[in-house]
T-cell receptor, first 114, second 113 residues
């Protein structure tokens, strides 16, 4: 079956790096995503990685993928108070008819303190 | 550019009352449409998805229903709300290509009292 798991909370000091981890189960997933949700708002795509890549870097964000262990991580360098939010890991999966479906984890609440 | 509108932003409804949440998408045609629910402290649960007008699939059995009367309109309904229907409801759309990202509305916070 499909399942995505994340730790629920992470607290870091401003200026430090944050690492949010995620494990998934669907080995057929081709894309894996990180979404950010600020309080009371919808989700915004932060970044994604294709399954044949090991790493993707985008400014302060680094995504690492270990396909063998089905482990995905998001590293935020120089974490700022504006990074405080819930971060969702998601894997793409196929449902009947071959259409795309996103399976989300429970989300990791990142708290940044001075 | 594409945009997605979802309303209302907040809603307080008594138990047993009906529900209608609406979502519309602009700037694209024939999108895949989704309704997700986010319960407090929990992840996103896919409730319904639609690949075309009148085509609705449900992921989980529940007190809610969905309809797609037009290509870019997706409606979430209930005839009689339960307390357990409280939560944050998110509409989303994606392109039809496999492994395309989803774009989310701003969400509706529903409180059933």
């Amino acid at each position: 079956g499909e399942d995505v798991e994340q730790s629920l909370f992470l607290s870091v000091r401003e200026g430090d790096s944050s690492v949010i981890n995620c494990t998934y189960t669907d080995s057929s997933s081709t894309y894996l995503y990180w979404y950010k949700q600020e309080p009371g708002a919808g989700l915004q795509l932060l970044t994604y990685i294709f399954s044949n890549m090991d790493m993707k870097q985008d400014q302060r964000l680094t995504v690492l993928l270990n396909k063998k262990d089905k482990h995905l991580s998001l590293r935020i360098a120089d974490t700022q108070t504006g990074d405080s939010a819930i971060y969702f890991c998601a894997e793409s999966s196929l449902f009947s008819g071959g259409y795309n479906k996103l399976i989300f984890g429970a989300g990791t609440r990142l708290a940044v303190h001075p | 550019s594409q945009t997605i509108h979802q309303w209302p932003a907040t809603l307080v409804q008594p138990v047993g009352s009906p529900l209608s949440l609406e979502c519309t998408v602009e700037g694209t045609s024939n999108p895949n449409l989704y309704w997700y629910r986010q319960a407090a402290g929990r992840g996103l649960q896919l409730l319904f998805y639609s690949v075309g007008i009148g085509q609705i699939s449900s992921e989980v059995p529940q007190n809610l229903s969905a309809s797609r009367p037009q290509d870019r309109q997706f409606i979430l309904s209930s005839k009689k709300l339960l307390l357990s229907d409280s939560g944050f409801y998110l509409c989303a759309w994606s392109g039809v290509r496999i492994n395309t990202e989803a774009f989310f509305g701003q969400g509706t916070r529903l409180t059933v009292v």
